[in-house]
Antibody, heavy 132, light 110 residues
């Protein structure tokens, strides 16, 4: 059974960098055709996709956060990480890591392959508060 | 990218059916058949209920079903049960390998 576990500081000061790690157990983070993603949820609000990394190393970020986000992977530790820079109180949220299961199909309109995905396994989430 | 649009609330009595809508654009729901739905109970992580518009993962009751027409997807819960009371989020694969979520719908079982 795949399990994901978020870890990192629960309190970050404004203007600093939020850093979280997701440890994957019960499966390899290097397995083909999977994405590894981060999603957040401000208190009392809805889900917001932050970004995802394909197993090949390609990264994709929410356009509204792109300038501040970096997702990376450490295959030796079966972990992937999130860094969000220049945080403000608006970044206070529960942060989830999740696995994205993917398909592959050829888009004849655009003449390229597409790799759509959705999140099937989620971590329990970790609350990060931005405050001085 | 903008969030998908869901009604903030929905309700039904035990045994009844309820449908939750989710409206996007041609860059997400309308452009791809990769809509998913998640159930979230208070204090818990979201749980995948529907993928690829209408596919149920193993273990999800067949009372849950999904559909799509144009830029709008729908989740129907039939034979409502007390444990179905939760927040439901739609999500769609979108252009540029992005993912977009809806704002969530609070389902109340009366």
């Amino acid at each position: 059974q795949l399990q994901l576990q978020e870890s990192g500081p629960g309190l970050v000061k404004p203007s600093e960098t939020l850093s979280l790690t997701c440890t994957v157990s019960g499966g390899s983070i290097s397995s083909s055709s999977y994405y590894w993603g981060w999603i957040r949820q401000p208190p009392g609000k809805g889900l917001e996709w932050i970004g995802s990394m394909y197993y090949s190393g390609s990264t994709y970020y929410n356009p509204s956060l792109k300038s501040r986000v970096t997702i990376s992977v450490d295959t030796s530790k079966n972990q992937f990480s999130l860094k969000l820079s220049s945080v403000t109180a608006a970044d206070t949220a529960v942060y989830y890591c999740a696995r994205g299961v993917s398909l592959k199909y050829y888009d004849y309109v655009w003449g390229s392959y597409r790799y759509p995905y959705w999140f099937d396994y989620w971590g329990q989430g970790t609350l990060v508060t931005v405050s001085s | 990218q903008s969030a998908l649009t869901q009604p903030p609330s929905a309700s039904g009595s035990p045994g009844q059916s309820v449908t939750i809508s989710c409206t996007g654009t041609g860059s997400d729901i309308g452009g791809y058949n990769y809509v998913s739905w998640y159930q979230q109970h208070p204090g818990k992580a979201p749980k995948l209920m529907i993928s690829e518009v209408n596919k149920r993962p193993s273990g999800v009751p067949d009372r849950f079903s999904g559909s799509k027409s144009g830029n709008t997807a729908s989740l129907t819960v039939s034979g409502l049960q007390a444990e179905d009371e939760a927040e439901y989020y739609c999500s769609s694969y979108a252009d540029s390998n992005n993912v977009v979520f809806g704002g969530g719908t609070k389902l109340t079982v009366l």
